[in-house]
């Protein structure tokens, strides 16, 4: 299980770079500036290491 004081995705912490705190499935999770865009528009990348991230839909981009 990934330190929910880290990046999800990476696992840095807050001493290597800035992180985002978020609420999924009730708990608190972070991700880190560079792997925002991750969650937004392929959270299926998530996958193991937030539960149900294949689950979650991409951002719809509207023109």
Excluded at 17 to 26: A, K, N, R, S, V
Excluded at 31 to 48: E, F, N, T, Y
Aim: glycine share 4%.
């Amino acid at each position: 299980m990934t330190d929910t004081n880290a990046c999800v995705l990476c696992a840095k912490t807050s001493a290597e770079t800035p992180l985002i705190p978020f609420d999924y499935h009730g708990r608190a999770w972070r991700i880190c500036s560079q792997h925002l865009p991750v969650l937004i528009h392929d959270p299926a990348r998530l996958a193991g290491a937030l539960p149900d991230a294949d689950k979650l839909s991409p951002a719809e981009h509207k023109d």
